[in-house]
C-alpha cells in the first residue's frame, strides 16, 4: 500500500468515521438517559435528506414532485396527533400538540410549493425532527420500567417499521442531492469534498455543544443526573419522562443534520439508514453504550477497518466491520464481571 | 394549619401488607419522628406518600388532595424526601449534586437560589470544602450531609428524612441530628423516620410508634421517650444493636 492509496483510505475512514461518531454519541446519550437502544436513528439520518427531495425543484432533483407532501410529514403529523390523543386530559398540551401536528403538514405543504434550496432544507429537518420525541411517546414511555431487553425489542420493531415505510414514501431508488457546499479542496494528495468539511465542522459543533450542554447547563445535568441515578433524579424534581423527551429530541436532531450534510456524498435511498446506525452502534458499545469518548474513539476506529476493509476485501466491507463487535463484547463481557454488578 | 395529612394509608406488596390503615398529620414549624423496628414499614409509609409505591388512602398536602402523584411533581410543590439510600449523582460533583436539588426552582426561573447554596455550605462547611469532588468518593457521613443539603436545595416546606443515622459512626449520627435541630429552629418543618429512637424523640415534638404495618403509640416526644413501652422494646434494642454491630 503505497502514500496515495493510504491517503485516500485515511480521508474516506475520517468522513465515515465521523458520521458514526455523531450516531455513537447519540445512541450513547438516548442509552443513558432511558435505556433505550434508538435502533431507528439511522432512519431518521435517511428521512430528512430523503424528504429534502421532495422540496427540491424539479430542475435540480430531476424529478417532478410538486406540490406532492412527503409522507414522512403525514407520519410525523400522525405521531403528533397520536401524541395529542394521549395528553387528552391536559387540553392546553394536547392542544399545542394538535397544532403542532397541522404545524408539520403546513410546513411540508409549503415546502413541496418550490421554496429555496436552502429554506427547503430546514423545512426538511423540522419537518422529520417530531419523529424522534413522538417514537417516545408513543411507543417507550408507556413501556415505563421495561428492561432494556424489552426495549431492544420495541426498537427493533420500530425500526423494520419505519424502513418499510421509507420504502413506501420514498420508493427504492437512490437520490442525487445537490451538495451545500460544492467542489472539492486538494488536501496533499488527496482531493477531498467540500462537503465533507460541512461534516467535520458540524461533528466539532455538535461534540462542543454537547460537552458545553452536560457541563454548563443546569438542564444538560439534569440530564446526566438522570443517568447517573434515576430515584435520586426523580427525588430531585427531575421528570425521568422530561428527560427522555430532551435526550430523543437531541438524539434525532443530530442524526437528521449529519443526514442532510452526508446525503450528497453518498446518495442516499431507504435502506441506508440501517447500515449507518448499526456502525455508529459498534462503535457506541465499544464505550459500553456510557462513554462519550470511547464512543467517538470507536467510531473513528470502525471508519478506519471499513475503509481497510473495503480496499482489501470490498465483499465483505461491513461484515468484517461486524466481525470486530465479537472481541469487543467478549473484552466487555470480561470487564463487566471484574467490576461486577453496577447498576 | 397542617402541612401533611395522611388518612388511612394502606401499601401492600403482592401479599404483604406493609402498611395498614396508618393516619397521621404533620403541622407546620413541627418536627414529627415516625419510629419503630427494621421491617415495621417506615420506608414503605413514606414511598406511599410520595406516589412511589401503590397505596390506598388518601394525602392532603398544603390542604390539597394528592391522588395522582409523583416524587418529581412533590419536590417541585415542596415535598421532598432524603431516601434511605442517599441516592446521590456518585459521578457528579457535590456542587453539581446540591443545584440539582433546585432544578424544579431553576425550571421556575426562581430567585434566591445561589443564596441558598451558600447557606447550605454554612451548614455543611465540609461540602464547601469538597465541591468539586465527585459525590461517590466522599464517606458515608458526608454522603448523609450532601443528600439532606440537596434536599434543602429544593426549599422544602416539608422535609422527609428516612433513617439518615443509618450506618453511620456515634460521632456523625450526632452531627447529623445536631443539623437537624438547627433546621427544626429555623422553622423547616420535618417528617423523621428513624430506629434510632432516642435521638428521634429527643429532637421530635411528636412521635409515632409503628410495629407491623400498624401504628401502635403516639404523643409527644418527651412523652414517649419516658413511656415505659418505649423504653423496653425500642430504647433497649438501640443498644443490642449496637453490641451486634
Ligand atoms: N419492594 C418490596 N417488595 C416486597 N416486599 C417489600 C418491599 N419493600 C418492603 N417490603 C416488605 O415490607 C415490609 C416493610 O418494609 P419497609 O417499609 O422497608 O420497613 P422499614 O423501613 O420500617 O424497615 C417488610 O416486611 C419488607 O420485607
Ligand atoms: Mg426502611
Redesign the interface.
Known amino acids: 500500500m503505497d502514500w496515495a492509496i493510504f491517503s485516500f483510505l485515511a480521508a474516506d475512514a475520517l468522513q465515515n468515521g465521523t458520521i458514526y461518531a455523531l450516531l455513537a454519541l447519540s445512541l450513547v446519550l438516548v442509552f443513558a438517559v432511558t435505556r433505550v437502544i434508538l435502533v431507528p436513528l439511522g432512519e431518521f439520518l435517511v428521512y430528512a435528506p430523503l424528504t429534502y427531495v421532495w422540496f427540491l425543484p424539479p430542475e435540480v432533483s430531476g424529478l417532478n414532485l410538486r406540490g406532492q407532501i412527503p409522507g414522512t410529514a403525514w407520519l410525523a403529523a400522525a405521531m403528533l396527533a397520536g401524541w395529542a390523543f394521549l395528553e387528552r386530559k391536559s387540553l392546553r398540551r394536547a392542544g399545542l400538540l394538535a397544532l403542532g401536528s397541522l404545524g408539520v403538514l403546513g410546513l411540508a405543504w409549503w415546502g413541496a410549493q418550490g421554496v429555496p434550496l436552502w429554506l427547503g432544507w430546514f423545512l426538511a429537518v423540522l419537518v422529520v425532527l417530531p419523529i424522534g420525541p413522538a417514537s417516545y411517546r408513543l411507543f417507550f414511555e408507556p413501556a415505563k420500567n421495561a428492561s432494556v431487553l424489552t426495549y431492544l425489542i420495541i426498537a427493533v420493531g420500530l425500526h423494520f417499521a419505519f424502513m418499510g415505510l421509507g420504502l413506501v414514501f420514498f420508493g427504492p431508488e437512490q437520490f442525487r442531492l445537490p451538495a451545500v457546499w460544492s467542489g472539492q479542496t486538494q488536501v496533499g494528495l488527496v482531493p477531498i469534498n467540500n462537503q465533507a468539511f460541512l461534516v467535520y465542522g458540524f461533528a466539532f459543533l455538535s461534540a462542543l455543544g454537547l460537552y458545553l450542554f452536560f457541563s454548563r447547563s443546569?438542564y444538560g445535568?439534569?440530564l446526566?443526573?438522570c443517568a447517573?441515578?434515576r430515584?435520586?433524579?426523580?427525588?430531585?424534581?427531575?421528570?425521568?419522562s422530561q428527560a427522555g423527551y430532551v435526550s430523543f429530541s437531541i438524539a434525532t436532531l443530530i442524526a437528521c443534520v449529519s443526514g442532510m450534510l452526508l446525503a450528497p456524498l453518498i446518495s442516499p435511498a431507504y435502506f441506508q439508514g440501517f447500515l449507518l446506525g448499526l456502525k455508529g452502534f459498534v462503535a457506541g458499545i465499544l464505550g459500553g453504550l456510557v462513554s462519550y469518548p470511547l464512543a467517538a474513539l470507536g467510531a473513528l476506529l470502525v471508519g478506519a477497518m471499513e475503509s481497510w476493509a473495503a480496499f482489501q476485501a470490498s465483499a465483505y466491507k461491513d461484515a468484517i466491520v461486524f466481525a470486530l463487535l465479537l472481541p469487543i463484547l467478549f473484552w466487555r463481557s470480561l470487564r463487566s464481571q471484574e467490576l461486577g454488578e453496577e447498576e | 394549619m397542617n402541612i401533611l395529612e395522611v388518612e388511612n394509608l394502606s401499601v401492600r406488596y403482592g401479599a404483604v401488607e406493609a402498611v395498614r390503615g396508618l393516619s397521621l398529620r404533620v403541622a407546620e414549624g413541627e418536627a414529627i419522628t415516625l419510629i419503630g423496628p427494621n421491617g415495621a414499614g417506615k420506608s414503605s409509609t413514606l414511598k406511599g406518600i410520595l406516589g412511589l409505591v401503590q397505596a390506598s388512602g388518601t394525602v392532603h398536602y398544603l390542604g390539597e388532595t394528592l391522588s395522582r402523584r409523583?416524587?418529581?411533581m412533590l419536590?417541585?410543590v415542596g415535598l421532598?424526601?432524603v431516601?434511605e439510600k442517599?441516592?446521590?449523582?456518585?459521578?457528579?460533583a457535590v456542587e453539581?449534586n446540591l443545584?440539582?436539588?433546585a432544578?424544579?426552582r431553576?425550571q421556575r426561573r426562581e430567585r434566591g437560589i445561589r443564596e441558598d447554596l451558600e447557606w447550605v455550605y454554612s451548614l455543611f462547611p465540609r461540602l464547601l470544602e469538597r465541591r468539586r469532588q465527585l459525590a461517590g468518593t466522599m464517606s458515608g457521613g458526608e454522603q448523609q450531609m450532601l443528600a439532606i443539603g440537596?434536599?434543602l436545595m429544593?426549599r422544602p416546606k416539608l422535609l422527609l428524612l428516612d433513617e439518615p443515622s443509618l450506618g453511620l459512626a456515634p460521632l456523625i449520627v450526632q452531627e447529623i441530628f445536631r443539623i437537624l435541630g438547627e433546621l427544626k429552629a429555623r422553622g423547616v418543618t420535618i417528617l423523621l423516620v428513624e430506629q434510632n429512637a432516642r435521638m428521634a424523640l429527643k429532637l421530635a415534638d411528636r412521635g409515632y410508634v409503628l410495629e407491623a404495618g400498624e401504628l401502635v403509640m403516639e404523643g409527644r416526644g418527651s412523652e414517649l421517650l419516658y413511656d415505659p413501652r418505649v423504653i423496653e422494646s425500642y430504647l433497649g434494642i438501640r443498644t443490642r444493636e449496637a453490641a451486634g454491630g
Open positions: 443546569i445535568k439534569a446526566r443526573a447517573v441515578n430515584y435520586g433524579a426523580r427525588l430531585s424534581g427531575i421528570s425521568p | 409523583t416524587p418529581e419536590a417541585a421532598v424526601m431516601p442517599r441516592e446521590l449523582f456518585a459521578s457528579m453539581d443545584l440539582l436539588g432544578f424544579p431553576f440537596r434536599a429544593a
